[in-house]
């Protein structure tokens, strides 16, 4: 009936305001969050499927002041609506690649970028900058993007990730089998490795279709001479089963967690304190 309806209305209305009001209030602190110090680099260890360490993913924490630790997922899409996140993945590069020249052993570090970011002002530029800024060296650097990037403005995402390509670093496609269209922009573009989604892993043990998909896509990476990383490995038993499918690395937390950097100090060849 027509009451139901309104009533449905009244109820939505003050959540929706409620809502909007809420995410005003975060963009609103996101703004000056770098200037406080708020945000802060996890990281995550990346490694071979025989267990050989290679490097670790940074991502990204804010620490709000009322609100706590707030999760990427919540205000990164709002960061991308209102255009901070170009200064904000500024200095989530600047931050991972001078936090990757200080280790001993020279791991890679692995950069997600925002879509967003290849829009908006000269990524190629910035990424040398950095790069020279903090001396590490180009070899090191892995940049994960998802396919987002490409489907804005196709020719100019592949213009950008080819200049970016010819200063060293690496293109990795994240979320692979996520979106639409990944197969083409496979083909269109040269990516370095491919990320299969953690949904797939997560659902390995009870469902055969994403065992089937995992099992393609390595062999359609493979047969495109591309290693292969799974993401979200938490269990021994999803571990064995990429092994058998020939899987070449692993990210997850049964390797470990995101974790402040110093939580690693072993493995990037710090020696333990006293
Ligand atoms: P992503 O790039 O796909 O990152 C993987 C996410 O899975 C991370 O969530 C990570 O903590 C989580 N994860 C890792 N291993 C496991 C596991 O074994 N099980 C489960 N359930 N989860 C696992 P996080 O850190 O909350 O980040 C979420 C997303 O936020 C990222 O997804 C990425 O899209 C975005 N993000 C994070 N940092 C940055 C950044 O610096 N820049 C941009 N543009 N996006 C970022
Ligand atoms: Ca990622
Ligand atoms: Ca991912
Ligand atoms: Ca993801």
């Not at 109820?11 to 995410?23: C, G, I, Q, S």
């Not at 998802?146 to 995402?157: K, N, P, S, W, Y």
């Not at 092994?243 to 710090?270: C, F, S």
Request: aromatic letters at 8%; proline letters at 5%; a negative charge.
């Amino acid at each position: 009936s027509k009451e139901d309806g309104r009533g449905t209305i009244r109820f939505f209305e003050p959540e929706m305001d409620k809502r909007l009001r809420e995410r005003h209030a975060i963009q609103q602190d996101l703004q000056s969050a770098i200037a406080r110090g708020e945000l802060e680099l996890y990281y995550q260890p990346q490694a071979t499927i025989g267990g050989g360490i290679i490097g670790f993913e940074a991502l990204l924490r804010w620490h709000h002041p009322s609100r706590g630790l707030i999760p990427p997922m919540t205000f990164i899409p709002i960061a991308e609506e209102s255009g901070l996140i170009v200064r904000i993945g500024e200095w989530v590069l600047r931050e991972a690649c001078r936090e990757a020249a200080t280790w001993p052993i020279p791991l890679q570090v692995a950069v997600n970028l925002s879509p967003v970011q290849f829009r908006h002002g000269d990524l190629q530029a910035l990424v040398h900058t950095v790069l020279l800024e903090s001396g590490l060296a180009a070899g090191r650097l892995e940049l994960e993007i998802t396919e987002g990037v490409l489907i804005a403005d196709f020719g100019r995402a592949v213009s950008v990730l080819r200049r970016l390509k010819a200063l060293g670093v690496r293109i990795a496609m994240d979320d692979f089998g996520t979106g639409y269209s990944s197969l083409s922009y496979l083909q269109a573009f040269p990516f370095d490795k491919i990320k299969i989604d953690q949904s797939f892993i997560s659902n390995l043990e009870h469902n055969h279709q994403s065992a089937a998909i995992v099992r393609a896509v390595v062999s359609l990476a493979h047969g495109l001479g591309l290693p292969v990383i799974a993401e979200g490995v938490e269990s021994s038993a999803q571990l064995e089963f990429l092994t058998r499918e020939t899987v070449d690395e692993v990210q997850g937390y049964l390797l470990g967690r995101p974790y402040p950097i110093k939580h690693y100090a072993g493995m990037i060849g710090h020696q333990p304190d006293a």
